[in-house]
């Protein structure tokens, strides 16, 4: 017999920086209920879908999730109420008409999506599938590499960087679990770097470390420095992605490079600076180089680099087939970072996914700087294929959910696994 929906519930938590969140349970007729948890950015996309917040000043800052939380419980139970779990884009629309906006901002994208998530969880355990299984079928057996954000800057960190993400990827890893070995063995040899040179090594929002440092190329210059002491060959064992986050620093047509007194650079500039980069340390991938209203700087670096390396478009394109199409069209990427969040429904992530498929863009499965210990995306991760996930360094609980959850889909997945696309 189908199971059915019978409720719907949720309550407010806290997400890795203390600030409130939605969790979600489904609970089916058959006993089973599904349970995720919202993530939630710091250095977000204008185009975003809404994250709903009460703006009670007297509680949370503002921050409080309690109307979310009515959402769920109220408009969205009673819509998804005696429906089949298993009818996930059915029931994603549902939500989406529900609320009826293009951003959901009446119910809020963090309601929807913590019901979208918890569905796919009720769904696969009412099956007695594992979640990667249920979303990705038996081909589910790609590992992502993971981008390890070692050293945080711009919003994650009141650093010495401009420059948000400095990432490692040990893309050239035999498996998974030999990936996180390389990158959380670089990461400690980074910090035995930084204190002899007496930088300090307290860690940013997504677990990367967070110095003082005197320019945005030292922060290059150390992750080499880092990469050789743990053994390993920069650029063969482990290259380098970034992520600027350019928005974060773009102010009056300029991009201003303040914190490490670096002046104000042009579009072009940040394409030549990033040529030259490219050029001198092991870098693979690129992302949010430009601010998200700089479409030509996207394509500008998309036609001078991306034939040798990936350019991954993240603030400008969040998640959204409207945004992915135009980023397709004018070539102003050749990778999507894809965050849930952004666009608020599992199935509509998934056709922002299959779109970059279609168009041969690689797609990057993130987490958000503020996170929970919910290992979704460890699971979607494998589910899509894509083969890379960004998911922080190699500490702060909340980053390393993913990757042991990853761990152990690549020891179920045994002699089926394969690390990356
Ligand atoms: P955010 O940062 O979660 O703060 O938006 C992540 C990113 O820019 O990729
Ligand atoms: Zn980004």
């Given amino acids: ?45 204008e185009n975003e879908a809404v994250e ?20 769920v419980e109220g408009r969205i139970s009673a819509a998804l109420k005696g429906r089949d779990p298993l009818d996930q884009a059915e029931l994603d629309q549902i939500m989406i008409d529900l609320d009826g ?12 999506l913590g019901v979208s998530q918890a569905l796919c969880r009720a769904a696969a355990a009412t099956s007695g599938m594992p979640l990667y299984a249920y979303l990705g079928g038996v081909g589910a057996t790609h590992l992502p590499i993971p981008m390890m954000n070692v050293l945080n800057g711009g919003k994650h960190a009141d650093s010495g960087m401009d420059f948000q993400e400095f990432m490692i990827y040990p893309h050239g890893a035999p498996s998974f679990a030999e990936a996180l070995r390389y990158g959380a063995e670089t990461f400690h040899a980074l910090k035995k770097i930084l204190t002899k040179q007496g930088y300090s090594t307290g860690v940013g929002d997504e677990g990367g470390f967070a ?19 743990a053994g390993y060959r920069p650029g063969a064992d482990i290259a380098i992605a970034l992520d600027p986050a350019a928005s974060s620093f773009f ?10 007194g670096q002046g104000d650079l042009s579009s072009d500039d940040i394409v030549a600076l990033f040529r030259r980069w490219v050029e001198k340390y092991p870098i693979v991938s690129i992302e949010d180089s430009h601010a998200e209203s700089d479409w030509a700087g996207y394509s500008a670096i998309t036609a001078a680099l991306g034939d040798r390396i990936q350019i991954v478009g993240d603030d400008n394109l ?10 397709i069209a004018e070539k102003a990427c050749n990778a999507a970072l894809i965050k849930l969040n952004q666009i608020g429904t599992v199935s509509e992530t998934v056709s922002a996914i299959q779109m970059c498929r279609k168009a041969g ?35 702060r609980s909340e980053r ?16 089926r696994a394969v690390l990356g696309a």
């Fill in 52 to 71: 709903l917040r009460d703006g009670d000043a007297g509680r949370y800052g503002g921050k409080g999730v309690r109307k979310a939380v009515e959402n």
């Fill in 211 to 229: 110095p003082k440092l005197k320019s945005n190329d030292e922060a290059c210059d150390l992750i080499v420095e880092a990469i050789e002491a």
């Fill in 318 to 327: 969040v998640t959204n087939t409207r945004f992915i199409a135009k980023g």
């Fill in 361 to 395: 863009w690689a797609y990057v499965i993130s987490h958000r700087s503020g996170e929970t210990e919910d290992p979704f995306i460890a699971d979607f991760a494998v589910a899509m294929g894509g083969g890379q996930i960004k998911t922080g360094s190699a500490c």
């Fill in 251 to 260: 102010e009056e047509g300029v991009y201003r490079l303040s914190r490490s």
């Fill in 1 to 45: 017999m189908t199971a059915r929906i019978e409720r719907i519930d949720a309550l407010e938590i806290l997400d890795s920086r203390g600030n409130p969140t939605i969790r979600v349970n489904v609970h089916l007729d058959n006993g089973i209920t599904g349970t995720a948890s919202v993530p939630s950015g710091a250095s977000t996309g």
């Fill in 400 to 415: 390393i959910a993913k990757y042991n959850r990853l761990l152990e889909i690549e020891h179920a997945l045994g002699s």
């Fill in 101 to 112: 906006t293009p951003t959901k901002a009446d119910l809020g994208a963090n309601a929807i």
